[in-house]
């Protein structure tokens, strides 16, 4: 069946500088997505999401952006700091499915002072 | 998690013996869920809930079962439970009307033995 998935499993960063987490999707009718965060040992934590009728939306230190054409979906975290260390999954909502999400396999971002 | 809370949150099992885990939402949301986390799987979709007494399977749902008698409480029970139901098992909550993102708990680590 279609998924979401990721193209890199574990990403390290400097700290300071900007990550960029990557996810492809293959579901055309999907039309919301999410970023989730998991720090270890613990539940998936929201971050940032973006509905399919936008392209960019931008939180505190994060920017998710959307090509619909590639089906295409980043987060971009800026002046990356060591409490960004985690696992980020992302996730998309299939409104004609019943509002369930479907995960990625989460990539592993690993920040190095 | 505010608002989520699940038990137990570690419990080892043997083989064959039944297992129930709870999960408690004081939100009063409509939606709950049930997935498990695997290495190289990420976040499946056991079962979920549309509402009191009314539940459906998700993508991995053989061998579980739930139940939801009151709006507050999701059970999830592993009948006989097998090795490969080793997991650690999260629940989360979705609000009716709002937006598709869910809240997690802090999940249940199942160790079958």
């Known amino acids: 069946g279609e998924s979401v998935g990721l193209h890199l499993p574990t990403l390290s960063v400097q700290e300071g500088d900007n990550s960029i987490i990557n996810c492809a999707y293959s579901n055309s009718a999907s039309d919301y997505f999410i970023w989730y965060k998991q720090e270890s040992g613990k539940g998936p934590q929201f971050i940032i999401d973006?509905?399919?009728?936008?392209d960019k939306r931008q939180g505190q230190r994060v920017t998710v952006l959307l090509n619909k054409t590639v089906k295409h979906l980043s987060l971009q975290i800026a002046a990356t700091q060591p409490g960004d260390s985690a696992v980020y999954f992302c996730a998309e909502n299939i409104k004609a499915a019943g509002n369930k999400l479907t995960f990625g396999g989460g990539t592993r971002v690993l920040v190095k002072p | 998690d505010a608002g989520i809370t699940q038990s137990p949150r570690h419990k080892v099992t043997e083989t064959g013996t039944p297992v129930t885990l709870r999960c408690h939402q004081t939100e009063n949301h409509r939606y709950m869920y049930w997935y498990r986390q695997d290495p190289g799987h990420g976040l499946r979709l056991i079962h979920y809930?549309?509402?009191?007494?009314?539940?459906d399977k998700g993508e991995v749902s053989d061998g579980y079962s739930v139940s939801r008698s009151k709006t507050e409480d999701f059970l999830l029970t592993l009948e006989s439970a097998t090795s490969s139901q080793t997991s650690v098992y999260f629940c989360?909550?979705?609000?009716?009307?709002?937006?598709?993102?869910?809240?997690f708990g802090s999940g249940t680590r199942l160790t079958v033995v």
């Open positions: 989360a909550i979705r609000a009716h009307g709002q937006n598709y993102g869910y809240t």
């Open positions: 809930s549309y509402g009191v007494k009314d539940t």
């Open positions: 973006i509905r399919s009728n936008m």
